[in-house]
């Protein structure tokens, strides 16, 4: 199976990146040219966030350890294909930053490597979020330790629920519809809840948000497609959106072309009294220099679905610290690149001090649970929201089930399909069941 999978990959991605291969290490700033100096350094490959931070944290594991590290960097938008650059052009590279949707495909490719073999690096996973660790866990096989981490989150606009006589924030997404009903009813809103539905990269975490709140998911533990089942797929999810747009004119019609950041500014502007944005943007909305309704964006959990299988779920996402197949070739090699997943993933000098520092500077998430007791980041975010709502929250969070190999091809069905329902275009049975039809055709023909 798996060799049929390499194949349909390299048929793909291969052509595309072998003609730049020769290019690898010019497209990194400084990486490359130190793969075999003195020392024979660790060759670390990031993107260009919070390069200040990790150069400090390298110099400090140098120090430490006494390993060399051989540190590179892209800005976000090239990473990914400078990345495979380097992979088929045999470019050393020993650990680098991975996003969880890359992982399938790398994995497949044999770019990166499972680290479960290093038992000092599982002894993390016992204070990791378990969506964190669920995140780069492929095939049974564990790839790396958390870099950064966060989740769909809902939030409300408290003054205009207070002046439309609410007094309770919404538990379910029945209370949802009701409570904006009632905002719409008082003119403050025309339409109170802010989705952002537009096909873009953020369109599977807001569905999956509301799928996986209202007890859904959209496959099953064997990967086969569910999302068309009526109790426990997407269905009651995708008619929630429909009936919000066409039956209670709660949210936008228009939601179809809204992307996220558009949405932001519409919720930041007191357009809407409700919203499903990324957690981090609440620093921004309760920022008096960028954000109107500063000081009354409170955050809540999830709403729940009705019936038994409703919960106060949310879709959660991680950036994770991978090791490369490069590195795995050489016993002493891989062993030096596992500390440095350990010293920027785990603890430095008994300390989560990376995970710690990117909150405190950058205000990026992170995945290790003890880290909500730590007193500096208590009282970071007591700045902008609630803590223990905060911390609730990710506890809940769950990976996206449809990372695959597959994926990319698969959203582009799928994304349409929804967009086709709140349009009603198509029914939401219709809609999901092209969207499942789509999903185990692809699955068929990777396996």
Same mark, same amino acid.
């Given at each position: 199976m798996k060799k049929v999978q390499v194949s349909k990959f390299a048929r793909r991605e291969f052509l595309k990146y072998s003609a730049a291969a020769a290019t690898a290490g010019a497209?990194?700033?400084?990486?490359?040219?130190?793969?075999?100096?003195?020392?024979?350094?660790?060759?670390?490959y990031a993107w260009s966030a919070a390069v200040d931070q990790v150069k400090s944290h390298v110099a400090a594991f140098e120090a430490s350890t006494g390993i060399k590290v051989s540190y590179g960097n892209n800005p976000w938008?090239?990473?990914?294909?400078?990345?495979?650059t380097k992979f088929v052009g045999n470019a050393p590279l020993d650990m680098l930053w991975v996003s969880d949707s890359w992982l399938p495909e790398w994995a497949e490719a044999g770019w990166i490597k499972p680290v479960d073999d290093f038992?000092?690096?599982?002894?993390?996973?016992?204070?990791?979020?378990?969506?964190?660790?669920?995140?780069?866990?492929?095939?049974?096989?564990?790839?790396?330790l958390t870099y950064y981490t966060d989740f769909m989150g809902f939030m409300c606009d408290e003054v205009t629920l207070n002046n439309a006589g609410i007094g309770k924030k919404p538990e379910t997404w029945d209370d949802v519809t009701e409570q904006a009903l009632k905002i719409k009813a008082k003119g403050a809103s025309e339409y109170p809840v802010m989705l952002a539905l537009a096909q873009e990269s953020w369109l599977i975490e807001f569905m999956a948000a509301m799928v996986y709140s209202s007890g859904g998911s959209f496959t099953d533990?064997?990967?086969?497609?569910?999302?068309?089942?009526?109790?426990?797929? /997407?269905?009651? %999810?995708?008619?929630? !959106?429909?009936?919000?747009?066409? =039956?209670?004119?709660?949210?936008?019609?228009?939601c179809v072309e809204i992307g996220e950041l558009t949405g932001l500014k519409a919720f930041?502007?007191?357009?809407?009294a409700f919203a499903l944005l990324p957690k981090y943007r609440m620093r921004m909305l309760n920022d008096p220099k960028q954000s109107q309704i500063a000081g009354r964006c409170k955050q809540i959990l999830m709403p729940r679905g009705t019936g038994p299988k409703g919960s106060h779920a949310t879709v959660g996402w991680m950036r994770f610290h991978g090791m490369t197949a490069y590195a795995r070739?050489?016993?002493?090699? /891989?062993?030096? %690149?596992?500390?440095? !997943?350990?010293?920027?993933?785990? =603890?430095?000098?008994?300390?989560?001090?990376?995970?710690?520092?990117?909150?405190?500077?950058?205000?990026?998430?992170f995945g290790v649970k003890p880290l909500f007791k730590d007193p500096e980041v208590r009282a970071a975010y007591s700045s902008y929201t609630d803590i223990n709502v905060i911390e609730k929250q990710q506890g809940l969070a769950r990976k996206k089930d449809v990372v695959t190999p597959w994926?990319?091809?698969?959203?582009?069905?799928?994304?349409?399909?929804?967009?086709?329902?709140?349009?009603q275009q198509s029914s939401v049975e219709d809609a999901l069941k092209a969207s499942a039809e789509k999903w185990d055709e692809l699955k068929k023909e990777y396996s």
């Open positions: 497209m990194s700033q400084g990486f490359g040219s130190l793969a075999h100096a003195a020392g024979d350094p660790v060759n670390f938008a090239q990473y990914r294909e400078a990345a495979i038992d000092f690096l599982m002894k993390y996973n016992s204070d990791a979020e378990k969506f964190c660790t669920d995140s780069m866990t492929y095939k049974g096989e564990q790839y790396g533990g064997d990967g086969n497609a569910l999302m068309h089942h009526k109790d426990d797929g /997407a269905v009651k %999810a995708l008619q929630w !959106i429909v009936d919000a747009v066409h =039956k209670h004119k709660i949210v936008s019609p228009g930041a502007s007191g357009n809407h070739a050489d016993k002493q090699r /891989a062993e030096n %690149a596992a500390r440095l !997943i350990e010293w920027f993933g785990g =603890k430095a000098d008994g300390e989560y001090k990376f995970q710690k520092i990117l909150f405190t500077d950058i205000g990026a998430g994926f990319g091809e698969w959203m582009e069905t799928n994304g349409a399909a929804w967009q086709k329902a709140v349009l």
